[in-house]
């Protein structure tokens, strides 16, 4: 009858281990689906604002290629309201002020503030239609303005900031974004501080806010 009672005994511990064991190898399991559905989205949300980042860099990009452009064509740019912006909100720049009555943007001489606004899709004409889709979904916009002094303001006494530009070359005019301007060889000129504003916007309306401060000869 002892044998007996300690056979029963044991199967009760026995059942009751498999028990707690398989609720541990439960748990187990659903923390592991539990953190890689987190790390899934981790590189989700990491690979959304890389891109994001990207289509704010295109638009960097294209203000300079805009700026370059009127350097060659000598238009006198002068500071405009910004007017309405579609994302790139001039709140998401710190060295911007709150004042929008001091916060300008530059635009050709007798015009009106000149601003970008483009997905990428249009980059890309060789893209099938499901890229071409996504492309769609991240935008760039950029505005430009004197660069702004201490208080934010893009306007006002001291502005534009001034500099000088050096030549490196005889050849290739066009803006800097160092202290070396490359124009007639062994001379300087005077060339005023401007900065570029770009917002990203990508999936999730993810917004990416850069700036590039450039030298553009007068």
Request: net charge positive; with cysteine; glycine share 8%.
């Given at each position: 009858?002892?044998?007996k009672k300690y056979k029963k005994s044991e199967k009760g511990f026995i059942i009751v281990l498999a028990i707690l064991l398989l609720l541990v190898m439960s748990l187990m399991g659903t923390t592991l689906v539990v953190i890689a559905s987190?790390?899934?989205e981790g590189n989700k949300l990491r690979d959304y604002n890389q891109q994001t980042f990207y289509a704010a860099e295109t638009g960097i990009q294209e203000a300079k290629e805009y700026l370059n452009q009127q350097v060659q064509k000598k238009v006198t740019l002068k500071p405009y309201d910004i007017g309405s912006l579609n994302f790139c909100k001039t709140s998401f720049f710190p060295s911007?002020?709150?004042?929008?009555s001091?916060?300008?943007a530059i635009g050709p001489n007798g015009s009106s503030a000149r601003k970008g606004w483009a997905s990428l899709s249009h980059l890309d004409s060789n893209?099938?239609?499901?890229e071409k889709k996504r492309l769609a979904k991240y935008q760039y916009e950029w505005f430009i303005t004197q660069s702004p002094?201490?208080?934010?303001?893009?306007?006002?006494?001291?502005?534009?900031?001034?500099?000088q530009v050096s030549s490196t070359s005889s050849s290739d005019t066009g803006i800097s974004e160092g202290t070396s301007y490359k124009q007639s060889s062994g001379s300087t000129m005077e060339a005023y501080y401007y900065t570029i504003f770009s917002c990203g916007k990508g999936e999730g309306d993810i917004i990416v806010p850069i700036e590039a401060v450039v030298l553009v000869p007068q």
């Amino acid at each position: 009858m002892k044998i007996k009672k300690y056979k029963k005994s044991e199967k009760g511990f026995i059942i009751v281990l498999a028990i707690l064991l398989l609720l541990v190898m439960s748990l187990m399991g659903t923390t592991l689906v539990v953190i890689a559905s987190n790390d899934h989205e981790g590189n989700k949300l990491r690979d959304y604002n890389q891109q994001t980042f990207y289509a704010a860099e295109t638009g960097i990009q294209e203000a300079k290629e805009y700026l370059n452009q009127q350097v060659q064509k000598k238009v006198t740019l002068k500071p405009y309201d910004i007017g309405s912006l579609n994302f790139c909100k001039t709140s998401f720049f710190p060295s911007l002020s709150d004042n929008m009555s001091k916060v300008k943007a530059i635009g050709p001489n007798g015009s009106s503030a000149r601003k970008g606004w483009a997905s990428l899709s249009h980059l890309d004409s060789n893209s099938d239609t499901t890229e071409k889709k996504r492309l769609a979904k991240y935008q760039y916009e950029w505005f430009i303005t004197q660069s702004p002094d201490s208080n934010g303001n893009t306007i006002g006494s001291g502005l534009p900031k001034r500099g000088q530009v050096s030549s490196t070359s005889s050849s290739d005019t066009g803006i800097s974004e160092g202290t070396s301007y490359k124009q007639s060889s062994g001379s300087t000129m005077e060339a005023y501080y401007y900065t570029i504003f770009s917002c990203g916007k990508g999936e999730g309306d993810i917004i990416v806010p850069i700036e590039a401060v450039v030298l553009v000869p007068q």
